[in-house]
């Protein structure tokens, strides 16, 4: 038997903010990685220094920061649509 299948808000909804969620840990995590990588680099007598690594925090940091505001707004916004009464 086949299933029906009706497009809804809430999944569609969830789905955007789960991969927001995931995108923002994704970037934060990344962040953090690339500044232990640099410290390390640098207390280890700067015998290797990771070209263009300091640009990881300066671009992922930031990307984190837009996800994380989009899904509160997201979050947010499906809140108040389910507090009010349906007519």
């Given at each position: 038997?086949?299933?029906?299948?009706?497009?809804n808000?809430?999944?569609?909804?969830?789905?955007?903010?789960?991969?927001?969620?995931?995108?923002?840990?994704?970037?934060?995590?990344?962040?953090?990685?690339?500044?232990?990588?640099?410290?390390f680099?640098?207390?280890?007598?700067?015998?290797?220094?990771?070209?263009?690594?300091?640009?990881?925090?300066?671009?992922?940091?930031?990307?984190?920061?837009?996800?994380?505001?989009?899904?509160?707004?997201?979050?947010?916004?499906?809140?108040?649509?389910?507090?009010q009464?349906?007519?």
């Amino acid at each position: 038997m086949a299933k029906n299948k009706k497009t809804n808000p809430e999944t569609t909804s969830s789905k955007l903010e789960t991969v927001l969620g995931y995108g923002f840990i994704a970037c934060v995590g990344l962040t953090v990685i690339s500044v232990l990588v640099i410290l390390f680099a640098a207390f280890s007598g700067g015998a290797w220094t990771p070209v263009g690594l300091g640009l990881v925090p300066m671009l992922a940091l930031p990307l984190g920061f837009i996800f994380l505001i989009v899904l509160l707004v997201l979050s947010t916004k499906r809140k108040n649509l389910n507090k009010q009464p349906n007519e």
